[in-house]
């Protein structure tokens, strides 16, 4: 009877052990409900309030799985009374929501197809003249084509690039752990840089799109308006991104086997051509119709027609497309992308605003200010919760700090863009960190010196070139 | 009897499977080694996913494995695994098993039953996990300073802890055995008695006497302990001491002793808040520490 009691005491401790933060923020959550409702807030916007912090908190420690995450806020808005059960539904799926799914389909579509061998016969035709050469093609060419098919298909497709040309590395001398540190993060930043760079590129740019359109009476902005803003960022960035990687690992690239890989590719079989052809024509279909029809069909659906070309042509089976994507993760942006739209619609996000206008009264009456704090602020948040999750809850209170400037809403959305600082906030530094040659600390210690320059870049390009827009 | 060695980076893991494989072989015990890769964000898992099987695909070794293939060498060459047939790691294939398992078929026969293992997570989860699912009856781990790690092993992983602490592969360790009348204190006389057996280690026996209460009990312990290592041809000498459990036990260990004591018969939650003795001991002591359940 002892020991079954000390069986049951241990296994309720591991529960509490592993799922503290969730029981945290339900205690916080019932604090929050029990005290007066703030002034000027109604009771639905104050709930709404409390749920954001739920979510937010429960996203950040991982403490329960994010489908029951995602189930808990459509729950709780319904059980709050933050909207009817109808209205949360009808908030639930939406085109940013597909965009998530079709992207994420897409994306296994793509590597599924073994285009990396191609790719890299590709790049070293082009870049192959020196071991520098080829590493800024790698990273241009990551940026440019995640900037079209998303950061998690091309980090996919590039890695096993990176990696085979320093299989032979040896990481226990400095020169050789910085040209490994070297090789993976002028990918790594190439996909995160180039993610901003179209709608298509991330989720948190069709959020954006999406949030604009709602809450502002701007003209929407479509793909080709998308990239005049941000295409000069990304070439900027790349640019700094180039010598930062340089200066933070001086190296001989001795060992770096760039030629070795050509020969071992050039061996390759040939018997796939047809399919990669067939594959790149695909994928080129869909980025035209993402220029063409975005407005008409949305770029969610354009991508999931895209899964479907892929399919009926047996390019990929369902079972590996079902096996692969994380249905989770687009429940929970369908659950995030839901709860900012009703932290808008109930006004919470206007209290937010005002609340922040009255803190910041005593500064000069200056947008710089306000810009300033909400891009740090987004691009922060973006590298502990992810980059799409921040964009779907700040960026109804980004445009609501100035709704008649569309700068606000694309430099939140481009900030948090800016996942440089840590391996949890975006599938590319959690795909190099997972490799076990980064560790935390380098990644930020790197990413600090990113991070800096890119909201300065953002920053002066808003200030000087999109007036001229 | 089964045992879990759990692995890290090459640097610091060549003493954990030393004494692992020591302990392993007193018992000839099936043995698994276990690399616990990171922890994957629950938003990247399917993509790290993709990118590992198409590291497989382009024969680039996964995350893991290469430590795996190390670690097997190192068995080799300290030849505490012989094989039939000669077998490179290149030729052994990784099979998905389950959620974050996956296991290395070694292809040939060997001496031990060897288990190599590939697991990604917070580590305390998957160790408990792998222990739960396996049966193993002892986890060793490496030390390092993580006094929080050696807390959590102890309290929520189902089997006795090794915790390998500023182990010297050439250095001669005696066995330092405190005991009491606890059902984990009789499972560490067992262990102490195989393992300094099989290694012909000298075992120091020790009792604390804390209260005049218990004094005759601890004792008689004792004596009968003595008497069962001596009639087993095991080297030993009994002491008792007197005061603080903790602080004398931690004083009486050398840099050259083994700690083997049981786990704490209190309850888990007081355990939990406000620590336990052979916890203080194995996050105090500079040598390795096991405790058994």
Redesign the interface.
């Known amino acids: 009877m002892q020991d079954y009691y000390?069986i049951v005491?241990?296994s309720i401790?591991?529960w509490f052990?592993?799922k503290k933060w969730f029981v945290c923020s339900i205690i916080f959550a019932l604090i929050f409900i029990s005290l007066p409702t703030p002034i000027g807030l109604t009771i639905p916007a104050y709930h709404s309030l409390i749920i954001l912090f739920m979510v937010f908190i429960l996203v950040t420690s991982?403490a329960i799985?994010?489908p029951a995450i995602a189930l808990l806020a459509l729950v709780l808005q319904v059980l709050l009374g933050v909207a009817p059960a109808d209205v949360i539904a009808s908030s639930f799926m939406n085109d940013a929501v597909l965009f998530v799914m079709g992207s994420?389909m897409f994306?296994?579509a793509i590597?599924h197809q073994?285009l990396?061998i191609r790719l890299a016969k590709i790049i070293i035709s082009i870049f192959g003249k020196s071991k520098r050469l080829f590493l800024a093609g790698l990273m241009v060419v990551s940026a440019v084509l995640s900037s079209f098919l998303g950061e998690?298909t091309i980090?996919?497709i590039m890695?096993?690039i990176g990696?085979?040309i320093i299989?032979n590395v040896d990481s226990s001398k400095p020169d050789g752990k910085n040209a490994i540190l070297l090789v993976l993060f002028s990918i790594a930043y190439g996909t995160i840089i180039g993610s901003i760079g179209t709608p298509s590129g991330g989720a948190r740019n069709v959020i954006m799109i999406n949030y604009l359109q709602e809450f502002t009476d701007t003209e929407r902005i479509d793909y080709w308006g998308w990239i005049q803003y941000a295409y000069p960022i990304l070439i900027i960035q790349l640019v700094v991104a180039y010598f930062v990687l340089q200066f933070a690992f001086p190296t001989s690239l001795d060992n770096v086997q760039v030629q070795g890989y050509k020969r071992s590719i050039a061996k390759s079989n040939s018997a796939t051509n047809i399919r990669h052809l067939f594959s790149c024509l695909i994928i080129g279909l869909i980025i035209t119709s993402w220029f063409l029809f975005n407005q008409e069909l949305g770029l969610g659906i354009i991508a999931l027609c895209g899964v479907l070309i892929f399919m009926i042509c047996g390019m990929v089976p369902w079972e590996v497309i079902n096996k692969?994507?994380?249905w989770?993760?687009i429940l929970l942006f369908a659950a995030t992308i839901s709860l900012g739209f009703q932290i808008n619609e109930t006004g919470a996000s206007s209290w937010l605003v005002e609340r922040f206008n009255e803190l910041t009264s005593s500064f000069p009456e200056d947008s710089s200010f306000s810009w300033s704090f909400m891009a740090i602020l987004t691009g922060l948040t973006s590298n502990f919760f992810?980059s799409s999750a921040t964009t779907s809850l700040l960026g109804p209170m980004a445009i609501e700090l100035q709704p008649n400037d569309i700068s606000f809403g694309m430099s939140a959305a481009i900030a948090s863009g800016f996942s440089f600082l840590t391996?949890?906030s975006?599938?590319t530094a959690?795909?190099v960190?997972?490799?076990?040659?980064v560790s935390i600390k380098i990644f930020f210690r790197v990413g600090l010196l990113m991070f800096s320059s890119s909201i300065l870049i953002l920053y002066l390009v808003s200030k000087f070139y999109w007036v001229t827009l | 009897m089964n045992i879990l060695i759990a692995i890290g980076g090459r640097k610091y893991s060549k003493p954990t499977l030393d004494l692992g494989m020591k302990v392993s072989n007193s018992f000839e015990a099936s043995t698994t080694i276990a690399y616990v890769g990171k922890k994957i964000s629950q938003f990247s898992e399917k993509d790290v996913s993709i990118v590992h099987q198409n590291l497989d695909e382009r024969q680039l070794y996964r995350p893991g494995v290469r430590t795996l293939e190390w670690a097997y060498d190192f068995l080799k060459s300290k030849e505490y695994i012989e094989e039939e047939k000669v077998a490179t790691f290149n030729d052994n294939l990784l099979i998905d098993e389950e959620q974050s398992r996956m296991r290395v078929l070694l292809k040939g026969k060997h001496s031990n039953k060897i288990n190599l293992i590939l697991r990604t997570g917070e580590i305390i989860e998957q160790l408990r996990s792998e222990v739960q699912d396996n049966d193993h009856d002892i986890t060793i781990i490496g030390g390092g300073n993580n006094k929080g790690m050696h807390h959590d092993l102890v309290q929520f992983i189902d089997s006795s802890v090794l915790v390998v602490k500023n182990y010297s592969v050439k250095k001669q360790y005696k066995i330092l055995l405190p005991v009491n009348n606890s059902k984990g204190s009789n499972k560490a006389i067992e262990i102490a008695e195989q393992f300094a057996k099989a290694n012909k280690l000298s075992v120091e026996i020790v009792t604390v006497l804390e209260n005049k209460s218990s004094d005759d009990r601890l004792k008689k312990i004792l004596e009968r302990t003595e008497e069962k290592f001596s009639n087993a041809g095991i080297k030993n000498t009994a002491t008792i001491l007197e005061g603080n459990v903790v602080k004398r036990i931690v004083e009486n260990a050398g840099d050259d002793s083994i700690i083997m004591l049981g786990v704490s018969p209190k309850n888990p939650i007081i355990k939990y808040f406000f620590g336990s003795k052979p916890v203080s001991i194995a996050a105090q002591c500079k040598c390795p520490v096991l405790v058994a359940k």
Do not use: R
């Open positions: 000390k005491s241990s401790l591991y052990s592993q991982e799985p994010f994420l994306a296994i590597v073994g990396d998690h980090i996919a890695l096993p990696l085979a299989k692969n994507t994380n989770g993760v992810t391996v949890v975006s599938p959690m795909i960190y997972s490799t076990g040659l």
